[in-house]
């Protein structure tokens, strides 16, 4: 357990965050299609970018096929149809107690009702699964978008090396949309031709690309958790590196929604961030947002309105009950331990009320880096305790340094 506090609330310094997690994750496994990808600049330092190296690596071991994900989701995802398209691998793909309870049923049956032999070791719908690899495949399948974009974006990630290439019909509601279209930028990088057309998504099979090198952009989800800082904060001069103005990410919405809300404003100079406060910025009274394309940034905006008193609601969440924790309830529990009332429902937050605490709150992350990352800014306003501080080591395993750089005192 760690206690966090600052002197001062004002922030001031330079950080340099790592690649996005999501990006580096997706060009792993199309290194692992496209050798002629020689190198990745600016890979992820994050634990999950770590398990997803390993992993590859040991699955064209001939003595070491079974593979510990732990709590790694994306790697799960993607290397379920990744190994499922290799042909003579037998893996057998396994998880944390927490992972064999996150459903995989919507992508095992896709892969499946494209040919791939997938089965399941202990719970139908969920990790453990034995795959074996095959190439004897069709070039169509269908895939409900509501779950999980990573559902679709394994699938995606594949599909160039398919004999036929692939179509993908999504059914019903895409969540996560920015991250699929994350995966189609990606591939169109490379050359690989893709076609979308409302809700149907065509890649076209591909047998080699040019040489290429790859520079990740730093992680905007990493990021965000600078924004909530800079919003608690009295004052702020915070510079990240190293940013793109034309961003894959999603969560580079971030930028916009703390303009909009909390009077934060970003200028890119250089592949650098500055972000700084607004002078005199009148808050709202209340926050209503739909993050059904961006949910990982829930946990984060929700802690910024607690902080700063500012009532909100949230929706679009669907998807925050299967992450590493069921995050909503996760979310309704620690934020009573600071005096906010809220209520949650199976896709949304809303805070309601704001009453006095007199000890210093002890958040506990149910293993989930997001929980310890959101509710770290907080420590502008009070001191503040975080429980098995390494979960951070996920997605951001440099943050409690980072925030040391700008003055947050941290003792054990």
């Known amino acids: 357990m760690i206690q966090i506090s600052h002197p001062t609330s004002e922030i001031d310094g330079e950080i340099t965050i790592s690649g996005s997690k999501s990006e580096s994750n997706r060009w792993l496994i199309l290194q692992q299609i496209f050798p002629q990808i020689s190198k990745i600049h600016n890979l992820s330092t994050a634990e999950d970018t770590q398990i997803m190296q390993a992993a590859l690596t040991a699955g064209k071991s001939q003595e070491n096929r079974i593979i510990n994900v732990g709590h790694a989701g994306t790697v799960m995802r993607f290397l379920t149809a990744f190994f499922a398209v290799q042909d003579g691998y037998n893996v057998i793909l396994t998880g944390s107690d927490r992972m064999k309870s996150r459903p995989v049923r919507d992508l095992v049956s896709a892969l499946v009702d494209l040919g791939c032999d997938i089965q399941y070791l202990e719970n139908e719908g969920f990790p453990p699964l034995m795959i074996h690899g095959t190439s004897q495949l069709k070039n169509e399948v269908q895939i409900l978008g509501e779950i999980s974009s990573q559902f679709i974006t394994a699938l995606l990630l594949v599909a160039p090396s ?27 990088t490379l050359g690989i031709q893709t076609h979308r057309m409302g809700k149907t998504i065509q890649v076209f099979s591909q047998k ?6 790859i520079r990740v952009e730093s992680d905007w989800s990493s990021a965000s958790y600078w924004y909530s800082l800079a919003a608690l904060s009295t004052d702020c001069n915070i510079q990240l590196k190293f940013y793109k103005s034309n961003s894959y990410q999603g969560d580079a919405v971030v ?51 607690a902080g700063l008193k500012i009532k909100a609601k ?13 995050r909503l309830f996760a979310l309704l529990k620690e934020l009573l331990k600071m005096g906010v009332n809220s209520e949650i429902s199976d896709n949304s937050i809303e805070i309601i009320s704001f009453e006095n605490f007199n000890q210093i709150p002890i958040i ?49």
């Open 208 to 213: 080699e690309i040019l040489p290429v090198q």
């Open 364 to 412: 506990h992350t149910y293993e989930d880096h997001r929980m310890a990352m959101s509710f770290a800014p907080l420590a502008l306003k009070f001191p503040i305790r975080i429980d098995s501080e390494k979960v951070v080591n996920k997605s951001y395993p440099e943050f409690w340094n980072d925030l040391e750089k700008v003055s947050f005192h941290i003792t054990h």
């Open 162 to 188: 398919l004999a036929q290439g692939l179509t993908v019909n999504i059914l019903g509601e895409l969540t996560s949309m920015p991250y699929v279209e994350m995966t189609i930028s990606q591939l169109n």
């Open 255 to 305: 930028k916009d929604l703390y303009f909009k809300y909390f009077g934060i404003q970003t200028q890119l100079n250089e592949n650098k961030l500055e972000i700084s406060k607004i002078k005199k910025f009148k808050f709202p009274d209340f926050v209503e947002l739909n993050l059904n394309q961006t949910p990982d940034l829930a946990q984060t905006i929700i802690v910024t309105c």
């Open 314 to 326: 949230l929706t679009g969440l669907q998807t925050l009950k299967i992450k590493e924790t069921d």
